[in-house]
């Protein structure tokens, strides 16, 4: 039977490539020099430093522009509140991979209202969808597509 997967995923190799990017325009910028502006990568959880927020919103364009240019839809990063002290700002910009449970559940019973026959499997961080036409999927997929998701999908492993 036909199938196919639905993720959200980015590739991390691009990410930290980014952050590299995004970190040496910020060194070698004239409007950050003796500031000790930088980025850090930890995991999935890109640390912001600086002196104020306004460089802190600088820095947050510089790094958007750096992972859209790299293939990483913006969609996917979860910026935090800023927190600030003494001796500047910083501010915690989380990636967000895999689909949720809540937002899951939600894929699955739009899929089931639009009355196509297929099968929707909840498994792990990823839905599976199962139907007995090729077309069927493909309209899932367009439908998913118009679906309001505040995270970017991917349709991978499609197979005949």
């Not at 839809?73 to 003494?86: G, H, K, M, S």
């Not at 967000?96 to 498994?123: F, M, P, S, W, Y």
């Amino acid at each position: 039977m036909p199938s196919f997967d639905v993720v959200s995923d980015f590739d991390t190799h691009e990410a930290n490539n980014g952050v590299d990017q995004a970190n040496r325009e910020v060194g070698v910028r004239f409007d950050f020099k003796g500031t000790d502006s930088k980025y850090e990568i930890d995991e999935h959880v890109i640390t912001l430093t600086s002196q104020s927020d306004f460089q802190l919103q600088q820095m947050r364009d510089i790094l958007y522009q750096k992972l859209s240019k790299r293939g990483i839809n913006i969609a996917c990063l979860d910026a935090q509140n800023v927190e600030r002290a003494n001796t500047g700002a910083r501010q915690k910009i989380v990636l967000r991979r895999g689909i949720e449970a809540d937002l899951a559940k939600k894929l699955v019973k739009e899929i089931k209202n639009a009355k196509l026959k297929v099968q929707t499997a909840i498994q792990g961080d990823k839905l599976r969808v199962t139907g007995k036409k090729r077309d069927d999927l493909q309209a899932v997929i367009a439908l998913l597509k118009e679906t309001d998701v505040d995270l970017p999908l991917q349709y991978e492993n499609f197979r005949d």
